[in-house]
């Protein structure tokens, strides 16, 4: 069995992970500090034979004996990883440092979870990966999207300069059930809000744009990358090439939910990226990946999941 190693794991995409893994044979340690994951993520794994549960911060040095390491923690919403951005930083870069040390000491495969964010406000238009990005360095947003940055850099440099088996993907914004309902993002906050009858909120004009992608055509783009061929290090974006305005997102929640919220618009927070939709020509080639899940379907399962934790 592949001993897999699942940093985050207790969190919205590494839970999902873990089923997969799980599902898939292999043999599983999560590890987690549960900052912004839960044990209600990973609840109905305990139990299973092959899956481990191990509470630890990636910040601080990790020896096991592992296969194939998946690095996804990190606090992932503006909100959460705003909240301590010293922390932020130090879990992207410390948590690659470490998990990279790891690898090379026992010769494993490892994944990182980059992010669409490392090209900032882009002006280029949809984001190839040969864009360098246009990030704020000393912004609110920097602890994340530098600290993603730096995780990048340290990944090639232990490529280039201890050969390490890397996989690099860059997610573009991903949504489905077990997103926290409190975590600020946006697909969340307008289910959350309409099913609760509050007021939808709009940050700026809702003219700007992104691209959702459904959890699960995003964990199969997960396994595909790591199950690729040899020396193909990415970094490779995954997401849905799908792109919408915030208003017309709202629409669609408001319509599937059948609610009655009302639209209420706030400030743009600073430095949010005007328009953001994923070139996955790359993934397509290399790795025979696109996502399958439409929005509409995509929402209808995050709609029933949130109906049922909310209890509304
Ligand atoms: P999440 O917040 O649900 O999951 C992150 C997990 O990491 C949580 O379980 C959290 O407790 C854990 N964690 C945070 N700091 C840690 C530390 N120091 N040590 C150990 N565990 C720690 O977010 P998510 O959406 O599941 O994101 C997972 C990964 O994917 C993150 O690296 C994120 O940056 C990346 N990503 C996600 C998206 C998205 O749209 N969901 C987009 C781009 C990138
Ligand atoms: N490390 C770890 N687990 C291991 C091996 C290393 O957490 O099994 C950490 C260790 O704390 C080290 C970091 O990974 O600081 C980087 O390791 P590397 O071997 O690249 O560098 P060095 O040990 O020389 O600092
Ligand atoms: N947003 C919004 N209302 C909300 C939460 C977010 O209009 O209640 C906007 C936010 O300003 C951004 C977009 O939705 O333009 C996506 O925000 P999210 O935090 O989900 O992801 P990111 O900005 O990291 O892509």
Known sequence: MIKTLVTGGGGFL????????????????CVDNFFTGSKQNIAHLIG?????LMRHDVTFPLYVEVDRIFNLACPASP????????????????????????AKRVKARIFQASTSEVYG????????????????PIGPRACYDE???????????????????????????TYGPRMHPNDGRVVSNFIVQALKGEDITIYGDGQQTRSFCYVDDMIEGFVRMMNSDDGFTGPVNMGN???????????????LTGSKSKLAFHPLPTDDPKQRQPDIS???????????????????????????????
């Open 14 to 29: 590494g839970s999902h992970l873990c089923d997969r893994l799980i599902k898939d044979g292999a043999d599983v340690l």
């Open 48 to 52: 299973e034979p092959y899956f481990e």
């Open 79 to 102: 909100i959460h990883y705003q909240f301590d951005p010293v922390q932020t930083t130090k879990t992207s870069v410390h948590g690659a440092i470490n998990m990279l040390g790891l």
């Open 121 to 136: 406000d882009p002006e280029i238009h949809p984001q190839q990966e040969s864009y360098w990005g246009r990030v704020n």
């Open 147 to 173: 600290g993603k940055r730096c995780a990048e850099t340290l990944f090639f440099d232990y490529y280039r300069q201890h050969g390490l088996d890397i996989k690099v993907v860059r997610i573009f914004n």
């Open 241 to 255: 090439p799908g792109e919408f305005t915030m208003l017309e997102l709202a629409e669609r929640v408001l319509r």
């Open 282 to 312: 790359l993934a397509r080639e290399n790795l025979g990946w696109e996502p399958k899940v439409s929005l509409e379907d995509g929402l209808k399962e995050t709609v029933a999941y949130f109906r049922k934790t909310l209890n509304v």
